[in-house]
């Protein structure tokens, strides 16, 4: 997949309204923002059959998707570091519009931080997730943040 696509599962609601996919009820939702859509992809194929899992591969979709569009996630597994717009932006410009977003952001990273990164981590109480990930903990990190929700 290019920089900038994106990659959505959406399960057809059935009549109840209640979200179904594969005949299972879909525990709660997703987004994987990453611009290495290898990352993306393991991370729909890992958590896919129990979640809604969307994939945007560019920040500026994020903040789209985010901001003008409202969309509702329990979970978002955002790079830090993106060529388009970066994670920490995505962040601060989400927030400003929603600031009832803020603790369902997770920061992944390659370990390697600029000062503005390092600073930016420094500052928000959010997890982070150290790639290479261990599928579990992503697994966990899911189950912990609808288990959170209201």
């Known amino acids: 997949m290019k920089a900038g696509s994106s990659e959505h599962l959406a399960p057809v609601p059935p009549a109840s309204g209640e979200k179904i ?8 939702r997703v987004l994987v923002i990453d611009d290495e859509a290898a990352v993306g992809r393991t ?11 969307v994939v945007l591969t560019a920040g500026s979709e994020a903040i789209d998707l985010l901001v003008r569009k409202k969309a509702e996630f329990d979970l978002i597994l955002c790079d830090l570091t993106m060529p388009d717009v ?10 400003q519009a929603r600031a009832d977003i803020a603790q369902v952001f997770v920061f992944m990273t390659g370990g390697t931080f600029s000062t503005r990164a390092r600073d930016f981590l420094d500052q928000v109480p959010n997890e982070r997730l150290d ?5 579990q ?14």
Not at 21 to 28: E, L, T, V
Not at 86 to 95: C, E, K
């Open 21 to 28: 996919k594969n005949g299972a009820a879909i525990a709660g």
């Open 43 to 53: 991370i729909q194929r890992l958590l896919g059959e129990q979640y809604e899992v």
């Open 86 to 95: 970066t994670g920490m932006d995505v962040y601060t410009r989400s927030v």
């Open 131 to 135: 790639k290479p990930f261990d599928l």
């Open 137 to 150: 903990t992503v697994r966990d990190l899911a189950r912990n943040a609808v288990a959170k929700r209201p």
